[in-house]
């Protein structure tokens, strides 16, 4: 039985139009320019480090929090899978695997997204970025880690896991290869094929790189 992580903007669950309404109610309510589409050019890092952008530091803490009231009704409704993810997860679970969400995202909109998108689940992670996801990975006992983003890289690298980058997000292939992924896959649809791969090389003892 092998577990899996997954990053979940851009990985599992196209979050691109529930954020940007949720940034676009915000900049309403702040009486603040924040271009949307720019945001969700860069989706990955956490929300507060994107706050950056538009607000001076002193507020940018009541503004998350004006955001995470925010994103429920406005953001959730909107977000729909990415293509491959419902399959990805089941065949993790198929083989009697354990799944994990590890996500920048604060922990509860992160579990009424995957609740809301129908993904069966073991766990969901929150607040957790980059390297900062490894001991989430590595406590749950996952051996693949799967994300869009660089950062993903890292922390598989962090939690001891498999590094599987799909260029869904803001990175192509090769800049996924170029930051070291074991395996890159153009997104989701091409996973539960790679899985059962790559459980059957494990399986018989061979290399797992791609």
């Known amino acids: 039985m092998y577990s899996v992580g997954f990053d979940l903007d851009l990985t599992l669950a196209d979050t691109r139009a529930g954020i940007a309404a949720a940034f676009d109610e ?28 538009w607000l001076p530091p002193e507020e940018i803490a009541a503004a998350a929090d004006l955001y995470r ?60 970025f980059g390297a900062g996801k490894g001991m989430a990975i590595a406590d749950f006992g996952a051996a693949v880690y799967v994300g869009d983003h660089v950062a993903d890289i890292e922390a598989a690298r962090a939690g001891g896991a498999l590094s599987v980058a799909v260029a869904t997000g803001p990175y192509t292939e090769q800049a996924l290869r170029d930051h070291g992924a074991d395996v890159v896959l153009p997104d989701l649809t091409g996973f ?19």
């Open 69 to 128: 009231s925010l994103y429920a009704v406005t953001a959730v409704p909107l977000t729909t899978l990415m293509a491959g993810a419902a399959e990805a997860v089941a065949e993790v679970r198929r083989h009697g695997g354990r799944v994990i969400v590890v996500t920048a995202k604060n922990t509860r909109d992160a579990r009424s997204t995957v609740e809301a998108l129908g993904l069966e689940v073991d766990e969901v992670a929150g607040l957790v």
């Open 192 to 210: 539960a094929a790679w899985f059962e791969a790559w459980r059957a090389r494990e399986i018989g003892g061979v290399s797992t790189v791609i």
């Open 26 to 53: 915000l900049s309403q309510r702040l009486g603040v320019v924040i271009d949307s589409d720019l945001v969700i050019s860069r989706l990955g890092p956490p929300l507060e480090h994107e706050l950056t952008y």
